[in-house]
């Protein structure tokens, strides 16, 4: 399929990269692609970044058939830019389309889409430390239609945004609330794929850990509310004792690509890595016999977020003494300096653009 491009006449203005925040300023252009039917995908454009016109009984409004993923480009000391296992993103976005009833992409043509797009708006990859363009791939339900089915017709669309860092905090301990009153997801529900609802299902929790003082909210599995699942909407890991675990893949938990690299690190690494069943119990236990080392969160967007205090019932766990844990650090180095291109990169995770 060839892709029309029709450029912006009105370029915005962009701000310093030291004024960047995360997820308030759009680039130039966007990437648009509609399904119907009986053409498939069809009609790739690369037009202005624009507003999409919708009838107030378009599907994904009211029954949120919407998938969606997030990835970064970085640029390189050298000024190239480069991307983080994209491939991995598109590929979970076609799990996330199957479970979700929506058409599947044809991962390669969306990845050279993107390509082009990045192209395009170049000159919006912010090149200061820790900054990046965070990349958004959605599929949305389209057909103005009332009555729950799968909708016929949907839009695909990449926006791009400039970032800075994730966390106020920055590359520090955040204070996590474990909840046991409210669940994410479930086994066999949408958890384990990128769709809009498990984040709708996260505000309430969200917004009680805020109010209590916390960042984010630790989500335990959703029939005992014992076993560990993520964090916020990051995958959570512990180092306890010599062993670096992370809670295994279940069916609602979603596959992290930052947690792939981690595990795939550590066992580079030679570091006892775990992907299994941990327990609210466990962590507290380990805890209190000192064995346990590290908590620390992974994702796009974070990267690894390490957590500081940890606050269950009315436990109060301070974890490493407030301080960033040394497979943390460990880890955030070496993943964001693949990224940014300062270390070569023998996992073969980099994709130039
Ligand atoms: C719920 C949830 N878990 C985990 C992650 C981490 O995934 P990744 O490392 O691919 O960004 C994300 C972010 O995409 C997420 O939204």
Known sequence: MQIAVKRTDK??????????????????????MDYSPDKGWHNPRIEPYAQIPMDPATMVLHYGQAVFEGLKSYRTASGD???FRPKDNFKRLNRSCRKLCIPELDEEFVFSSLKELLKIDESWVPSAPETSLYIRPTIIAMDPFLGVRASNTYRFFIILSPVGVYYKEG?????????????RAVRG??????????????????????????????????????????????NIFFVIADELITPMLNGSILPGITRDSVIALAKKWN??????????????????????????????????????ELKCGDSVLSIGNGKVGPLAHRFFKTLTDIQYGKAKDSMGWIEPV
């Open 189 to 234: 529900g949408l958890g384990e794929v990128k769709t809009a609802a498990n984040y709708a299902a996260s505000l309430f929790a969200g917004e009680q850990a805020h109010k209590n003082g916390y960042t984010q909210v630790l989500w335990l599995d959703g029939i005992e509310q014992r076993y560990i699942e993520e964090v916020g909407s990051m």
């Open 11 to 32: 370029p915005k203005s962009r701000p310093d990269d030291s004024d960047l925040t995360f997820g308030t300023l759009f680039t130039d252009h966007m990437f648009n």
């Open 171 to 183: 590359f520090n301990p955040v204070k996590i609330w474990v909840t046991k009153d409210h669940v």
């Open 271 to 308: 570091i006892k890595a775990s992907e299994r069943k941990i327990s609210i119990d466990e962590v507290l236990k380990a805890h209190v016999s000192g064995s346990l080392q590290e908590i620390f969160g992974s994702g796009t967007a974070a990267v690894i977020s390490p957590v500081g």
């Open 81 to 83: 830019i480069q991307l």
